[in-house]
């Protein structure tokens, strides 16, 4: 049963994706600009999180899905990015949920600019908090190096490599990440 349970929640996480790219969030960057409004740049990436360790998938089940949402001050893909997300799974009763708050970086490769098609590198360092089988949320500290591939449209496929240090009730987010989103 808990296969299905991963694919309605990736089904729902799809639709919530669909409808926030069908109206890109506004906001005022500037005051003197006069009333006109400009796009925040932002990516939202939905996917799942493979963990590697077995008490960790014990509670989680192989696959946990969630998302994240990169937000940054500028256009430039090599620009510094606030990252928030959230990853939630269960198995057996037991349930694991993940929520990472990281400062992350995209560097585009050699085929080109952000707007254009091409594979990218990413990394990012920062605060993983973790809840294992209703411990409360715990810090522990980690980072990922990533690697994906713009598409036509702003699309866009990634997948990250997490090492966090540490566990809580002997269950860590280290593992892969596999994601897909769009860049407004």
């Not at 799974?89 to 949920?97: D, E, L, M, N, T």
């Not at 590198?121 to 591939?149: E, N």
Request: hydrophobic residues 40%; glycine residues 14%.
């Amino acid at each position: 049963m808990a296969p299905m349970q991963n694919l309605v929640r990736m089904a729902a996480l799809t639709t919530l994706l669909v409808s926030a790219l069908s109206t890109p969030a506004l906001a005022q960057l500037s005051p003197t600009a006069g009333s006109a409004m400009e796009t925040i740049p932002l990516r939202i990436k939905l996917g799942v999180w493979r963990p590697s360790g077995q008490a960790t998938r014990t509670l989680s089940g192989s696959q946990v899905p969630g998302g994240l949402v990169d937000l940054s001050g500028s256009r430039a893909e090599d620009s510094r990015t606030l990252t928030v997300g959230y990853f939630q799974g269960s198995s057996a009763g037991k349930s694991f949920r993940i929520v990472p708050l990281l400062i992350t970086k995209a560097s585009a490769g050699s085929s080109g600019s952000s707007s254009t098609s091409g594979f990218f590198t990413s990394q990012g360092v920062g605060a993983y908090f973790i809840d294992a089988a209703g411990s409360g949320f715990k810090a522990r500290y980690g980072g990922y190096m990533g690697a994906g591939l713009r598409l036509s449209g702003g699309l866009f496929v990634e997948a990250q490599y997490h090492y966090v240090s540490g566990s809580v009730n002997g269950a860590s987010p280290n593992g892969i990440a596999l994601f897909i989103g769009r860049r407004n």
